[in-house]
């Protein structure tokens, strides 16, 4: 216990932080995609709760949400250019759109995937093909741009999905490929710091999770064929475990001291390894009870929720890896967010929000209503796949250009 307090304090000293109901960039400011508000509707009236705002040209694509300071960053397609897009949060206004690269085609549906990061005056965004920009947050204004494929990276099937980490002075990225996995650049001009030679895997579509173990900062990365730590100093590889991973590895690595959780989707299941100080790493159990696609995991106490390929919504035993309970039937399959002590799911095929318990004891519902209107710009093998975030009080969603905005507190 002692341990992890240490390392989750000298993790938080070494990057940024934000205001507390503020989500600066993927999975929230701590990585665990754990809304820390309280205060919220406890139900939802038979309608939902009440929409504040409707913005109806956001732009194609499945980027999520970084706010920060009232302001709402994501990004989309508009003709044939990827937009990094900043929006008022209160009243759904935009405020600026900055060019990031061309338009990436996609069977599934074109644009980008990635969700912004903010950190001081900077956010940074990359687009489906793997262009990185960094731009001033108050006014758009492009600082720098670097290309993940001249760094050595290949276009994966779904593009470029990754939310890339800053951390002080570096902004972390995974172009994969032949020059090495992870790439560490200058915030300040984009020049490279570092980049990881020992490790060689193509990117796939998680994205960088910062952590210290054992007193040494690391940032650990999921590919397709490996789980990795990477000396944050350096990019020296300080341990790898073997994945097995089929077509798309997704999910982001959940952290707890020297502890590792991943989940992939395609029949392929999860694990949690061990770290040790010398760098080995023993499975603590490996299973197909968590066999998550893409809509996430959340770990809340001693238990992870996610939707599972097969057995549908289920609560899993952090320790033993066991399933607690599973819930099919009620909500399909979606994305999952949690605040206040509720999760909300994200039903991909027909756009219901459903808020229940977060809950070891079983499926509890506290609520629905059907996302309307809905995009009829959506490519016929797309879904509603965009992760919804609270933040300040507001619930956001989105389905590809229409961009919604929600009360969450009556």
Known sequence: ???????????????????????????????????????????????????????????????????????????????????????????????????????????????????????GNDVFAMGGHGDLICADRNTGHKKWSRSMIKAGGKLQSWGYTESVLVDGNAVICTPGGKKGTMLALNRRDGSTLWQSSQWKDNAQYSSIVPTVMHGRKQY????????????????????????????????????????????????????KVSVSANGKVTDVWVNKVMKNHHGGVIRVGDHLYGYSDGPGWVCQDWKTGEEVWAEKRAVRKGAIAYADGKFILQDETRGEIVLIDASPKGFKERGRFRLTPQTTQRSPKGKIWTHIVVSNGKMYVRDQELLFCFDMKG
């Open 220 to 271: 650990v990365q999921l590919t397709q064929k490996t789980l990795a730590g990477v000396n944050a100093k350096t990019g020296d590889v300080l341990w790898k475990s073997p994945w097995q991973g089929r077509v798309a590895v997704i999910p982001t690595p959940i952290i707890e001291g020297n502890e590792v959780y991943i989940a992939s989707g395609y029949g392929v299941g999860c694990k």
């Open 1 to 119: 216990m002692k341990l992890a307090l240490c390392q989750t304090l000298a993790l938080s000293l070494c990057l940024t932080t934000a205001v507390a109901d503020d989500w600066p960039r993927w999975r929230g400011a701590d990585h665990t995609d754990i809304s820390n508000e309280n205060g919220l509707l406890d139900s939802w009236p038979s309608n939902g709760p009440k929409r504040v705002w409707l913005n109806k040209d956001i732009g194609l694509g499945y980027s999520s949400y970084s706010i920060v300071d009232g302001k709402l960053y994501t990004m989309g397609l508009r003709g044939s250019t990827e937009y990094l897009i900043a929006v008022d949060a209160n009243s759904g206004r935009e405020l600026w759109a900055t060019e990031v690269g061309r338009l990436y085609k996609n069977n599934w549906g074109n644009g980008p995937r990635s969700t912004p990061t903010v950190d």
